[in-house]
């Protein structure tokens, strides 16, 4: 395989034990001659310690993007815009490719604003809202 992803968001684990991720990463390279990134989410790539050991700095996209039932992909594509702000600066810092491992949206009402599933109801579908938010990342990406 090409690239290996050796953790994902695991925010906690990477804040309380960073010597534990700069050993696993010296391993890794010792036998994987591969690319190696992590994937941290969306609310912690900008605290990840070890981004300059490896070759790919890796978000999950699941970025809040508006809180519009059904928002244009013009709105989102400015709701984008900080966080690419946010990314470019750390790309800048780093010098490393960003890879998004993991972007997606539910087919919902609400579906930037909610992301997650996190009360365990589902909105009302809204194939549009879904379509938006997809074209937004091409478009920005």
Do not use: H
Request: proline share 7%; charged share 25%.
């Amino acid at each position: 395989m090409d690239i290996l992803c050796i953790g994902t968001e695991l925010e906690p684990f990477v804040q309380s034990r960073p010597a534990y991720w700069n050993r696993l990463i010296k391993q890794i390279r010792g036998t994987y001659k591969g690319k190696l990134t992590y994937t941290s989410n969306w609310e912690e790539f900008d605290r990840v310690p070890f981004w300059k050991q490896l070759d790919y700095i890796g978000i999950d996209a699941y970025f809040p993007l508006s809180e519009a039932q059904t928002p244009t992909a013009e709105e989102l594509i400015a709701g984008w815009q900080p966080w690419k702000t946010k990314i470019i600066d750390l790309y800048t810092a780093m010098q490393q490719p960003v890879l998004f491992p993991e972007f997606g949206y539910r087919s919902m009402d609400y579906t930037v604003k909610k992301p997650r599933l996190v009360d365990g109801k589902e909105e009302r579908p809204n194939m549009e809202s879904q379509a938006n938010c997809k074209k937004s990342v091409f478009l920005e990406f």
